[in-house]
């Protein structure tokens, strides 16, 4: 199977009551880690591509690594998606560049502003027969180089996302209702606690999500900020040197019920920075003397891969849906 649009994937994680898993990509061995899980569990899988991903690894190079993947695994459908892009070069770029699908970020303008550059975008777009999500509302934490401090994100407001939507013409909307960039979602102050003394942070706005969905009934929604931040990782990063005291993510139960409803992608990048740099930090405590790259990459591809397994069974739903 070549690369593909998220269209159908979507329609049926709409109907089917599960979402798509959209993994950030950065390296040969997160490539291979995803879609190893997602080939084996016959899942269909989003790789996705940040603009500091591509500065980092160079477009052409994860095309081709991303083309590579796709043919070691051709039951499954993959799609190339373009993780926030910041504006209209950036994502022509990516569509005449390969990518199937492109995230046009505008939600840090005005209303009308948004509208204009997601519209800009949605035409070239679908002239090259690639598919666009957009964003309304603002999540807090770091996304490339914007930063939003927490307590100054703004829920998505359901009275918008219709004329959003038909204006743009965009295929998928990515709304606010609680999530967050990076491995510090909440600050301890937001969060209550439970009787063992652990965080618990503020439950997902589910009223805003069920209002977006009376309004855009069938129309595939998108959550960004969805990693869990596993605590047994933060105390991998911690006992083997790392220092993240008070990471915390959402808790998987929540974004599970999100994929019944109109939810059809579901972003998880941080889980898999923090799965890999747990077992390399494990890894060089344990073998001071080695010094071999494919040595300790091979657990942290390894923990990619158990990571993304484990997403798609519990968190996702997706698995044996691309059968
Ligand atoms: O939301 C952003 C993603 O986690 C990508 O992060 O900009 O560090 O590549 P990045
Ligand atoms: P996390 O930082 O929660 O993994 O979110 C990733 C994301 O939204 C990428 O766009
Ligand atoms: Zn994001």
Known sequence: MALVTTKEMFEKA?????????????????????????????SPVILQVSK?????????????MVEAAVEENPEIPIALHLDHGDSFELCKS?????????????????????????KQVVEYAHAHGVVVEAELGTLAGVEDEVCVE??????????????????????????AIGTSHGAYKFTAAQCTRNEQGILVPPPLRFDVLHGVIERLPGFPIVLHGSSSVPQEFVAMVNQYGGNMPDAIGIPEDQLREAAKLAVCKINIDSDIRLAMTGNIRKYFAEHP???DPRQYLKPARQAVKDMVAHKIVNVLGSDGKAL
């Not at 950065?26 to 190893?36: K, L």
């Not at 690894?57 to 095309?63: I, T």
């Not at 990516?94 to 550059?117: P, Q, R, Y």
Request: charged share 25%; glycine share 10%.
């Open 14 to 42: 709409y109907d089917g009551g599960y979402a798509i898993g959209a993994f950030n990509v950065n390296n040969m061995e997160i490539v291979q880690g995803i879609t190893e899980a997602a080939g084996e569990l016959k």
């Open 52 to 64: 500091g991903a591509r500065a980092y690894a160079n477009h052409k190079y994860l095309v081709k």
């Open 94 to 118: 990516c569509i005449d560049g390969g990518f199937t699908s492109v995230m046009i970020d505008a939600s840090s303008k005005s209303f009308e502003d948004n509208i204009a550059l997601t």
């Open 150 to 175: 927490s307590g100054n994100e703004s829920y998505t407001r359901p009275e918008e996302v219709e004329e959003f939507v038909s204006r743009t013409g965009c295929d998928s909307l990515a709304i």
């Open 289 to 291: 003397d080695h010094f």
